[in-house]
């Protein structure tokens, strides 16, 4: 729900063109339905027992889909996200809808704040008019517009999906679509507008039974306290004053919060410090992340945000998201003692064997070389600690005899080392997984021909050095 939108310029939205070329729906990793989702929690309480970090589609995932739209909604429904992240804000007529800038120039076909038009005049616009795959702006070819004219009838909808999800929608209509998904709300603006609309909210959220399904902030501490006011009980997160108390002075949070929505970084500051994140941790309050910046938009960064302890992303690339946690849920937290313990880590391990090829690509000899010997003193950092343990283990095994068979264990091999690797070593080790599981799926090496030859010795000798400094400490 964080305010992102000072990241993108805001568009002149004079001499907009009113029609769009014949254009593609983008491919994306998510799965292309509007069904409806079940969520494995549909209460915050039962949210906050899943004992996992949890992904919330920010705006519905605004980097890959038109921002705060149903269509968006839909999409990270079907990527397997935990809850929907919604802004709200009411309209001159006092319809409270899902949108996050006060008017409605950066995303629409037209013009005006939302508070001065009515409910019937924001929802025909085209609210995925500006959108692009890279950004929200006007600079683009036609054809980058992708989504532009499904909502006036100008181009067909994607399959599955309608003009209206392409509109301006009311908060009840998109709550009543997903009645079983948790909702994470953010009341946009400050002083009586937004307690108005505090107060639309809490009579629509206790209409649909959702008071145990919410989480309601703003950036305005007031306006949290009057929505508390209105509908008691309900879940609540602090402002921006409570939280930069938390951050800079270890203000305690009021009583019965139990949830921080932090960026890593606001206005230059870094807010998500070791320091923070321990401290809030001792405290026994939750973490969920808005990035707030692109460059942690991504499965490195969203990886990076989980090791650093982040109890929720809340993210524009849900799918993504969502494959980060279950990676990253899947991965042990703790260095096994033993050689055994990580046999039972990696599952092709009752064919007690690995590929020749895999000792030279992870960086150490076969087995009737003897171990590589690490620098004298050398002791991989904390962080390389899990993969280096498991590089070991997989150098650990011996060798089936078969050319193909090799491939394919390695492979596999391949496979369980991923989940521990550093950042800079998955790449590498996604070439050669592709690689093995092609070979794998054609039964032969007639898939093989010189440029993949080119782009698996490129990363073997990447994973190579990186094994050499991270495990090793070999120059």
């Known amino acids: 729900v964080a305010d992102d939108a000072a990241d993108t310029a805001t568009p002149d939205p004079t001499d907009a063109p009113t029609t769009a070329p014949e254009t593609t729906t983008p491919e994306t990793t998510t799965p292309e339905t509007t069904a409806a989702g079940v969520a494995p929690a549909a209460t915050i309480d039962e949210l906050l027992a899943l004992g996992r970090p949890i992904v919330l589609a920010h705006a519905g995932g605004e980097d890959e ?215 809030s941790k001792e405290a026994g309050y939750l973490i969920w992340v808005w990035p707030n910046d692109r460059s942690w938009e991504n499965a490195d960064g969203y990886r990076r945000l989980l090791e650093m302890g982040m109890d929720g992303l809340n993210i524009n690339l849900p799918a993504v998201g969502v494959e980060a946690v279950r990676r990253f849920t899947a991965a042990p937290t703790a260095l096994p003692a033993s050689l055994e313990e990580m046999d039972a880590l990696i599952p092709v391990v009752e064919v007690s064997r690995v590929a020749q090829r895999a000792a030279p690509i992870l960086g150490a000899g076969a087995p009737s070389e003897g171990p590589v010997v690490a620098t004298p003193g050398f002791v991989p950092a904390p962080d390389d600690r899990r993969f280096c343990w498991a590089v070991e283990v997989v150098n650990s095994r011996p060798y089936p005899v078969d050319e193909f068979e090799e491939v394919v264990v390695a492979g596999q091999y391949f496979t369980a080392v991923e989940p521990w690797a550093p950042a800079d070593a998955v790449g590498p080790l996604r070439v050669l997984i592709e690689f093995t599981d092609r070979i794998a799926e054609a039964g032969s090496f007639t898939e093989f021909d010189e440029v993949d030859g080119g782009a698996v010795a490129d990363a073997a000798a990447t994973l190579n050095a990186l094994v050499d400094s991270r495990c090793l400490g070999r120059p």
Request: contains cysteine; negative net charge.
């Open 65 to 279: 889909f038109p921002h705060s739209t149903p269509y968006a909604y839909a999409r990270s429904v079907a990527a397997g996200v935990d809850m929907l992240d919604l802004d709200v804000q009411l309209t001159g007529d006092g319809v409270l809808v899902v949108h996050h800038d006060a008017d409605v120039d950066r995303t629409t076909n037209g013009t005006g704040d939302v508070a001065a038009m009515t409910y019937a005049e924001v929802a025909a616009l085209d609210n995925a008019y500006w959108f692009t795959a890279d950004c929200v702006c006007r600079d683009q070819p036609d054809e980058a517009y992708v989504y532009r004219g499904i909502r006036t009838g100008d181009v067909p909808p994607p399959a599955g999906a309608s003009p209206d999800d392409f509109a301006i929608a009311r908060f009840r209509d998109v709550v009543e679509r997903w009645p079983d998904l948790p909702l994470n709300i953010e009341i946009k603006g400050t002083g009586e507008p937004a307690i108005a609309a505090a107060e639309v909210l809490a009579a629509e959220l206790t209409e649909l039974d959702r008071l145990d399904a919410s989480v309601v902030t703003s950036f305005d501490d007031t306006v949290v306290e009057a929505f508390a006011g209105f509908a008691p009980g309900v879940e609540l997160t602090p402002g921006l004053g409570l939280s930069t108390a938390w951050v800079l002075d270890g203000e305690p949070l009021p009583d019965g919060m139990r949830i921080l929505q932090l960026p890593p970084e606001f206005q230059g500051v870094e807010v998500l410090t070791p320091e923070v994140i321990a401290r």
